[in-house]
């Protein structure tokens, strides 16, 4: 993902969610590998990116919950409470 351009990635995390409806079991084993792919872009300069990362993770979460908890609940919440902080604008 991090070697695209933004439409380039958009377009992988609109495929991961997809994926995710459509693909039943194809996707456990590569559990991990698209959760580290996707986390790697959450603090994109392009704000549509880091938009659908906020919208990919709870799908992720329902995917493999047991998985998401044990390996990236933590750093998940803590991402999404960064992101939910107003920014501030002068």
Same mark, same amino acid.
């Given at each position: 993902?991090?070697? %695209?351009?933004?439409?380039?990635?958009? %377009?992988?995390?609109?495929? /991961? %969610?997809?994926?995710?409806?459509?693909? %039943?079991?194809?996707?456990?084993?590569?559990?991990?590998?698209?959760?580290?792919? /996707?986390?790697?872009?959450?603090?994109?300069?392009?704000?549509?990116?880091? *938009?659908? *990362?906020?919208?990919?993770?709870?799908?992720?979460?329902?995917?493999?919950?047991?998985?998401?908890?044990?390996?990236?609940?933590?750093?998940?919440?803590?991402?999404? /409470?960064?992101?939910?902080?107003?920014?501030?604008?002068?």
């Amino acid at each position: 993902f991090s070697k %695209g351009n933004a439409d380039a990635i958009h %377009g992988a995390l609109l495929v /991961v %969610g997809a994926m995710l409806t459509h693909t %039943g079991d194809f996707m456990v084993p590569r559990f991990d590998d698209v959760c580290e792919a /996707v986390l790697s872009v959450r603090e994109h300069k392009s704000k549509l990116l880091r *938009v659908s *990362v906020v919208e990919l993770l709870p799908r992720l979460a329902g995917f493999c919950p047991d998985a998401f908890a044990r390996s990236y609940l933590q750093s998940t919440l803590s991402h999404l /409470v960064k992101a939910a902080r107003p920014t501030s604008s002068h």
